[in-house]
């Protein structure tokens, strides 16, 4: 169960990006702390993965999208995602990121790896004069 959810290969062949200075060692650590993550988000997550019910590969994709997002942007400050300075009536925008390389599980990869449940529409007939 602590072994990583996905690998290095899987990171770089799933066209994920590694900013430039990153060793392998960090993206392998990162690798195993984004699956430590998504394991305490997803408590039943190797259940699902071993009875097959959540395919294995999207796990991975999952796992790599969590440490690319932990990435600052190429060519930003720490912690600047985007600037926009203006001179005419005094206009300056800032977009920050993330500066600490926190590892987020966000929405859409809970609502990928949850198997989910049928939702079945009803209809609801009230009987008349009786409220």
């Known amino acids: 169960m602590a072994d990583s959810l996905a690998t290095i290969q899987d990171y770089e062949q799933g066209g994920f990006k590694r900013p430039a200075g990153i060793t392998e060692d960090e993206l392998t650590n990162r690798l195993a702390r984004a699956s ?7 408590p039943e ?3 699902n993965i071993e009875a097959g ?4 590969a999207l796990v991975s994709d999952v796992v790599c999208e969590i440490v690319e997002a932990s990435f600052p942007v190429d060519g930003a400050p720490a912690g600047l995602e985007s600037m926009q300075i203006g001179a005419g009536p005094f206009q300056e925008t800032h977009r920050f990121s993330n500066p600490r390389g926190d590892m987020y599980v966000t929405g859409k990869h809970k609502r990928l790896l ?3 449940r049928r939702r079945r529409a009803f209809t609801v007939v009230p009987k008349i004069g009786q409220l």
């Not at 430590?36 to 997803?42: D, I």
């Not at 019910?53 to 294995?56: G, K, L, P, T, Y």
């Open 114 to 116: 949850t198997p989910q």
């Open 53 to 56: 019910i959540v395919d294995s």
């Open 36 to 42: 430590r993550t998504l394991r305490g988000e997803l």
């Open 45 to 47: 997550l190797d259940r």
